[in-house]
DNA sequence: TATGCGTGGCA
DNA sequence: TTGCCAAGCAT
């Protein structure tokens, strides 16, 4: 740690001295496992603390170790991820949990190669890991370390670019303490979380203030530098609530998506987007009804009963908006019975009442709809 | 490099 | 109410 401005210098000091005082007590912090921080990270990704702390309490219990998640089903694995969002998560931890296992003697790996080599594992969540459960140092710079450092230095960079990342990661490397790479990294994180946030910064209490150009140049506000995103692209869709008859009497039918893209592998129920989305929704109840009469036709060959409509309820990803209708229909026939349904969809169909949601794995939107369904009947 | 990929909290 | 987001990764 040569030719280190006294401004680097005092940061570490500081920050280390701060973070030890004031690290919050959460679940993985407990003690060092590898494989309990690996799964904390991969939860932490875009997702606030206090939406993790339940998901992870739970996934440790049910899954204890490498080998009990590496030998789990990964419908089990989605299910306790179910709720969580960016599902594709869940699957690239499985598969490379599978892989530590079978390469790796079951053992988290400790060095940048062969834990960046894993699923899901990209720059960020390497470095966490790696410092974290093994004291290596090597820089873990997510939102809050990019926040932090172009505060601090007044870094007018696009955070959004990766060039800008891979310059932080170099200024990580110059400060960070061989001795305390842990602390160090969670200390930049947690000063981020706590107290240098994106509004409202609290500098009168920050522990690096002193040194810190953009509060220096009263440009914190104004600080990190972040391309706006594009605003969601509206799907205007209607959903089918449907009701099954004789054998499937009390039943309702739903559908599992494909396997890549959207909500990978979930279910839901069917759904059919509108060719022409408007601002408001001008067509007629009858129009809609009549519309996923002819689609759920074309997607299954099986007729609908005439329709009725139940709710009206939104959904916002990262990049769409869904803006749903849910009709009730019934339906008479069985599609499970009919080959010629599983070979002309890409979905899976399945009949289910109520009671049995919670043995399949919905994203939230489905969840929300279920919900209002029970307590309106 | 740009885009796809969820969800819930909050000012 | 609406627009940001929050401990990113894959392609």
Same mark, same amino acid.
């Given at each position: ?215 220096? /140049?009263?440009? &914190?506000?104004?600080?990190? @530098?972040? *391309?706006? $995103?594009?605003?969601?692209?509206? %799907?205007? !869709? ?89 009709? /009730?229909?019934? &339906?008479?026939?069985?599609? @499970?019975? *009919?080959? $010629?349904?599983?070979?002309?969809? %890409?979905? !899976? ?29």
């Amino acid at each position: 740690m040569t030719n280190l401005t006294e401004q680097k210098l005092n940061f570490v000091k500081e920050l280390l001295s701060w973070f030890r005082e004031n690290k919050r007590d959460l679940p993985w912090r407990k003690n060092k496992n590898p494989y309990h921080i690996w799964i904390s990270e991969i939860m932490l990704q875009q997702t606030r603390v206090d939406t993790v702390i339940p998901y992870f309490e739970n996934f440790i219990d049910k899954f204890p170790t490498i080998e009990a998640l590496a030998n789990a089903p990964e419908e089990d694995v989605l299910k306790a991820w179910e709720g969580l969002g960016y599902y594709s998560r869940a699957r690239n931890l499985h598969s490379a949990v599978k892989e530590v296992k079978a390469s790796y003697g079951s053992v988290v790996p400790d060095n940048p190669k062969d834990i960046s080599s894993l699923k899901g594992v990209g720059p960020y969540t390497a470095g966490a890991v790696l410092s974290i459960a093994y004291d290596k140092p090597e820089p873990a710079v997510d939102g809050n370390v990019m926040r932090v450092l172009s505060r601090y230095f007044l870094i007018e960079e696009d955070i959004t670019k990766v060039s800008t990342r891979t310059a932080m990661e170099k200024i990580i490397r110059e400060i960070i303490p061989s001795d305390a790479a842990s602390d160090f990294n969670q200390g930049l994180m947690e000063l981020g979380a706590l107290v240098c946030t994106p509004k409202s910064p609290k500098c009168t209490t920050c522990p690096v203030m002193e040194h810190c150009d953009a509060r220096l /140049q009263g440009k &914190e506000e104004a600080l990190p @530098i972040k *391309k706006k $995103a594009k605003p969601p692209k509206l %799907e205007q !869709r209607l959903v089918a609530f449907i009701e099954g008859t004789g054998t499937n009497e009390g039943k309702i039918l739903i559908r599992q998506r494909p396997g890549k893209g959207l909500l990978a592998g979930m279910w839901e129920l069917p759904h059919y987007l509108t060719e022409n989305p408007l601002k408001d929704w001008m067509g007629s109840e009858e129009l809609n009804e009549d519309f996923v009469i002819d689609q759920y036709a074309l997607e299954t060959g099986t007729e609908l009963g005439s329709g009725q409509w139940m709710l009206d309820i939104n959904h916002v990803f990262s990049h769409i908006l869904w803006d749903m209708k849910v009709y /009730q229909f019934t &339906e008479s026939h069985s599609l @499970i019975e *009919k080959e $010629a349904i599983q070979l002309s969809s %890409e979905y !899976r169909y399945a009949w289910i009442s109520l009671d049995e949601v919670d043995e399949y794995v919905f994203p939230n939107v489905f969840l929300r709809i279920f919900k209002e369904v029970k307590r309106t009947k």
